[in-house]
């Protein structure tokens, strides 16, 4: 049982560069989550999937698109990223709808020059 | 809107008691959780207050007072693997809702 996997776990783009974030999840989860965490941030929700086929935008959705590919994946683009991307982006999900526990994945460090 | 309080950073020696404080400011609160993480590894699941009082989990406890909207992490016999970042995080209403984390409390633990 693998949890919350994320793919690439490191990555370095130029600006206006696109690139798609990858995350699967092998425990039958309902609902997905994607997150970035600055430096004295927390957590931030950039948009969420509250069961398959079905996105919503977070608190911080600007920049980013999402796709619920089936139950396990869940994807997040950058169609043309700017510095202020540069981040660590946590996938995360849930078995319960809006469940208060969320299970993370190891995390995707991105950095755009 | 909402906002949530913590400590940036707190610091204790090791076999000590130490709390970490989590104050909020939300419509329709429902519940407190509370997540660890190492070294921005990936955050971690601790417990989750929906009533007041107090849940006891092994070391970590977490309590909550909803007419104070405030809630605290209380992690006794500290150990130097205890040294993270601790999350408080709200959720709202009893339905479907994400989770909103405060910015975190950095605990250092020395020997």
């Known amino acids: 049982n693998a949890g919350v996997t994320q793919t690439p776990k490191f990555q370095v783009l130029k600006t206006g560069q696109s690139m798609t974030l990858q995350c699967a999840q092998d425990?039958?989860?309902?609902?997905m989550y994607w997150y970035r965490q600055d430096p004295g941030m927390g957590l931030r929700l950039i948009y969420y999937?509250?069961?398959?086929?079905?996105?919503d935008k977070g608190e911080v959705p600007n920049g980013y698109n999402v796709s619920r590919l089936n139950k396990r994946e869940f994807s997040l683009r950058l169609e043309s990223a700017a510095p202020s991307q540069t981040s660590v982006y946590f996938c995360?999900?849930?078995?319960?709808?809006?469940?208060?526990?969320?299970?993370f994945g190891p995390g995707t460090r991105l950095t755009v020059t | 809107g909402q906002s949530l309080e913590q400590p940036s950073e707190v610091t204790a020696v090791e076999g000590a008691i130490v709390q970490i404080n989590c104050t909020y400011q939300?419509?329709?609160?429902?519940?407190l959780s509370w997540y660890q993480q190492h070294d921005g590894g990936a955050p971690t699941f601790l417990s989750y207050?929906?009533?007041?009082g107090l849940e006891e989990t092994g070391r970590f406890s977490s309590f909550l007072s909803r007419s104070d909207s405030y809630g605290y992490l209380l992690l006794q016999e500290l150990q130097m693997k205890d040294s993270a970042s601790y999350f408080c995080?709200?959720?709202?209403?009893?339905?479907?809702?994400?989770?909103?984390f405060g910015k975190g409390t950095m605990l250092l633990v020395s020997p």
């Open positions: 995360a999900s849930s078995d319960e709808d809006g469940s208060y526990e969320q299970y």
């Open positions: 425990m039958n989860h309902n609902s």
């Open positions: 999937s509250a069961s398959e086929g079905t996105t």
């Open positions: 939300t419509s329709g609160f429902y519940g």
């Open positions: 207050n929906a009533l007041d």
């Open positions: 995080a709200v959720k709202k209403g009893s339905g479907y809702s994400t989770l909103t």
